[in-house]
């Protein structure tokens, strides 16, 4: 069972950068699925969320108007679109099995990968 993330590097800010995150081992349209990020000193933070079906979809504040999670069910990826880079989005990005509601995402459960890690420079 593996979530292989890719897509991250070193970005300008105000640019753009899309990141996949690949499972194999199990079926990925069985689980809601997430993006959280892990920055130098801060705490991890959910990101994005896409529900079961990708019927539901929940942002966190600070991404919202330049984030848009989808999932490719049929090649067992999901990704994250992130536009209009900030530096503060600088952070190790992970994929994760998680429940999604229009409200929030809960922590990762079952299945989580290692990240891709995207740095905003200014």
Known sequence: VQLQAS????????GSVRLSCEASGFALNRFGMGWFRQAPKKE????????????????????????????DD?????????????????????????????QGMDFPYAYSGQGTLVTVSS
Do not use: P
């Open 74 to 102: 049929a090649r067992n990826t999901v990704y994250l679109h992130m536009s209009s880079l900030e530096a503060e989005d600088t952070a190790l990005y992970f994929c994760a099995t998680t429940a999604c509601t229009s």
């Open 7 to 14: 897509g991250g590097g070193s970005v300008q800010a105000g």
């Open 44 to 71: 991890r933070e959910g990101v994005a969320c896409s529900s079961v079906g990708a019927h539901t979809s929940f942002y966190t504040d600070s991404v919202k108007g330049r984030v848009t999670i989808y999932r």
